[in-house]
């Protein structure tokens, strides 16, 4: 039940999914950024509630974006909260999901040098496939987590959240230090290495190890009307 | 009563708020950018609804962070909707807002400094005044509205909706072109020329000429535990 309400959290309320990047090293290292350190406030965007995604829909590619995975762990908000310290950030959490922050990687690329924003690249409807909701209670230490990817099979990414630049703690103080957080807001909280593309019929699967696992089928979009 | 269900709309049920970048020619000039044509494709940021204000609470300005006023004609959406065509636009809008894009030009100049997302620079908490909803058939001519902005009295901002490069038809065809739009979603317009500082203490009054007009006052947030 207390499951049940939690997916309903997500599913109902949330209002925005605020995501970091660059919060693993050999994930920038990979994309050809400078190695962040914790030194560096970590940088958010923004995803709409319209690209959250639940198993048994097809993730839509649009066509020439080259959409890439990036499996991350997603932090559920349970209430409203503002300038969290990091000491009272768990206080604030309701529980966790497995996402893939979907992203297209051309679409991105282009407005990185333009300076545009990302909001293209990061936010078409299905764009956030997830897991069922994570109560706070089954997880033990949500900071020594295994998340996997694979694509028809074959690992792709595999990574433990002991390795975020920033930690949960941290990202919920800086996610919080100039906007509100409310209840069934989610935080993504980055990705490790070993980010790839998508291609019309992959089988893509996803998890933390020994919690949770999810799968998705990938289907081109041509953006004709519909 | 059926503008106190626009208000609810906006307050209650809104989830996003999709804001074009540079669609006023003079305004693309004054920041240095290329002119923008409508041969490009208009690109689009986000704004939480965690800042999303009404009269009678003030304007919060970060400190060192350059926030800036962009008055801006909102879009205020009916239904859900997506791949909306031009000609169909207007069957998906319930009505209007006039609204004031905050944004924290030193920030943003970072940001686009480094190809990094606007986010921050556009989602602070207060950084989207907005007048009470007007109807659609409170509106003879959408595209043909006099936005303007005063501060501490004097003009800052005037100008005409029909001189928006992407016409709001355009914008609704193009905004949904990959995201699903819903009920009670917040298109905003771009803004004219003349944008300029805001200051503590500064009186900030916005309106769309024989419409609506609204009043905000603003204050600095030093950021320090709420
Ligand atoms: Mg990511
Ligand atoms: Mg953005
Ligand atoms: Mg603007």
């Known amino acids: 039940a207390r499951r049940a309400l939690g997916d309903a959290l997500v ?67 349970a209430r409203r909260c503002k300038r969290v310290p990091r000491d009272a950030a768990f206080s604030f959490i309701a529980g966790y999901l497995v996402c893939i922050d979907v992203t297209a990687r051309r679409w991105q690329r282009e407005a990185k040098a333009k300076g545009l924003p990302w909001t293209l690249a990061k936010s078409a409807d299905s764009f956030l496939p997830m897991s069922r909701f994570i109560r706070r209670e089954e997880v033990h230490d949500p900071q020594r987590l295994w998340l996997w990817l694979k694509v028809n099979g074959q690992l792709r990414q595999r990574g433990c959240t002991v390795d975020m630049v920033h930690d949960i703690a941290s990202l919920v103080h800086y996610a919080s230090r100039w906007m509100t957080l409310e209840e069934g807001d989610i935080i993504l909280t980055g990705t490790p290495a070993g980010v790839g593309p998508l291609l019309h019929g992959d089988i893509v699967e996803a998890g933390i190890e020994e919690l949770v696992s999810m799968k998705f089928v990938c289907e081109t979009d041509t953006g004709s009307p519909i």
């Open 11 to 77: 599913s109902k309320i949330s209002k925005k999914c605020l995501a970091v990047g660059r919060n693993y090293v050999e994930h920038a290292k990979e994309m050809g950024h400078e190695v962040p350190s914790v030194s560096q406030e970590p940088f958010f965007f923004m995803k709409p509630t319209t690209c959250y995604l639940r198993e048994g829909r097809p993730i839509l590619l649009p066509i020439g974006s080259e959409p890439e995975h990036e499996v991350e762990l997603g932090l559920v908000i």
